[in-house]
């Protein structure tokens, strides 16, 4: 056992002064063997981090791309752009013809491809382009003609909707004069 502190810590000195001259002296240069250690941990931090650092940027360029490619999808959708502006009611006994004026004022063609009243579809329709659907360049107007196999009731406001190619839905409420 230690008789003082001061002869442990001569004791203490000692030992790591032997120890220290082996591990920390190279040729009697002290210092390079820390300025070695830290070389190749800096070297083998580098080695280690450049893989992580590629699987990283492989992986978000991935995803952005890849996010990219599902919102292109929906850029047709957004830049779609179209406004009924007149509906005409021709009520009969039996049926009821009713006229729907469309213009398309945004940079891509819409093509027009169901008339709602009060959420049912029409029977019949009739474009003035003459085809099954309306399709409507930019800046362009048309109309289109469909036929209900019923009456619809006078001074009612009803709910006329028209739906394109693309799933855009433009929707008001119309009333029979």
Excluded at 55 to 83: I, K, M, N, P, T
Excluded at 172 to 177: I, L, T
Aim: net charge positive.
């Amino acid at each position: 056992m230690v008789r003082n502190l001061s002869t442990f810590l001569r004791a203490l000195r000692a030992f790591f002064q032997g120890v220290g001259s082996r591990f920390f002296r190279w040729r009697g240069r002290v210092g390079v063997s820390y300025m070695a250690t830290v070389l190749v941990v800096t070297l083998l931090t580098v080695a280690l981090a450049a893989p992580v650092a590629y699987w990283g940027y492989a992986q978000s360029a991935w995803s952005v791309d890849s996010w990219g490619y599902a919102l292109g999808e929906r850029r047709g959708v957004v830049v779609e752009r179209f406004v009924v502006e007149r509906v005409v009611f021709a009520v009969a006994p039996s049926h009821t013809n009713v006229t729907v004026y469309v213009r398309n004022y945004g940079p891509v063609p819409v093509t027009v491809s169901k008339i709602l009243v009060d959420h049912r579809e029409a029977v019949s329709a009739v474009t003035s382009t003459g085809s099954a659907n309306l399709t409507l360049s930019s800046l362009q107007a048309g109309w289109v003609r469909v036929t209900l196999n019923y009456a619809v009731d006078g001074g009612v406001a009803h709910l006329v909707s028209v739906v394109s190619s693309r799933g855009c839905v433009v929707s008001g409420y119309w009333k029979v004069v």
